[in-house]
């Protein structure tokens, strides 16, 4: 499998980040993740090759096979997909990034679960949208997961991460992805830095950046559909 259409796609892209930062008045660098999930490692060499540095998986197994595939393609890992507790030994100090800590149990996993000496860079999931299917912590309950995950030493919070309802409606859009940004300012406010925001994706990216996303997750509008 090819990917021909990739710096095409990837060029509107970064026009649309770029017009979409400007009309919101956002200065910051935005990170394109690639989302390679179900795709062969061919994706991963492509991304690279397209000038993206950034790849993401969304199950451990298979980003770990695609990493041993993968040994000198220069690209960040990042994990995004939910993380079972019983993975935790297999993710921390594989990605360079964990968009989906959703609770304390499972922070505390990957701390204990960590290299001594080294420090796994996470995002913490809130839900929201509201929606029982989805990961995430409770928006009122991430002031306190915040503060307990701030505690562990072998963990630093990076920042925030959230997914919108799957609708057109750019109202309910926006509002998910406001409510992130206000969270995370609100936690600013009280001392604790989360300079990234990760929300957005191929169908609602664009809403994500003019609220302040620094991190979008990018699959089928950069690949095309995955393979089954």
Not at 196 to 216: I, N
Request: charged residues 25%.
């Amino acid at each position: 499998m090819s990917y021909p259409d990739l710096a095409g796609r990837l060029a509107d892209v970064r026009e649309q980040i770029a017009t979409r930062q400007r009309s919101a008045g956002w200065t910051h660098p935005v990170t394109i993740v690639a989302v390679t999930k179900t795709h062969p490692a061919e994706a991963v060499r492509a991304a690279a090759a397209a000038g993206l540095t950034a790849v993401g998986e969304n199950r451990v197994q298979e980003a770990l096979a695609k990493q041993v595939e993968c040994p000198d393609v220069p690209v960040e890992w990042h994990l995004i997909g939910t993380l079972q507790r019983n993975k935790a030994k297999l993710a921390v100090n594989r990605f360079a990034l964990i968009h989906s800590v959703d609770s304390l149990g499972l922070a505390q996993d990957l701390d204990r679960r960590a290299a001594p000496g080294t420090v796994q860079p996470i995002l913490l999931q809130v839900n929201c949208s509201g929606e029982p299917q989805k990961g995430g912590v409770e928006p009122a309950e991430l002031p306190a997961l915040l503060q307990a995950v701030s505690g562990l030493p072998r963990l630093a919070v990076r920042g925030l991460m959230t997914m919108a309802e799957l609708t057109d409606d750019v109202a309910v859009q926006r509002a998910t992805f406001r409510m992130l940004r206000e969270l995370r300012d609100e936690a600013e406010a009280r001392g604790q830095a989360l300079p990234e925001l990760s929300m957005g994706m191929s169908g609602d990216y664009q809403v994500a950046v003019e609220e302040g996303a620094t991190l979008v997750r990018l699959g089928t509008l950069l690949f095309g559909e995955r393979p089954r």
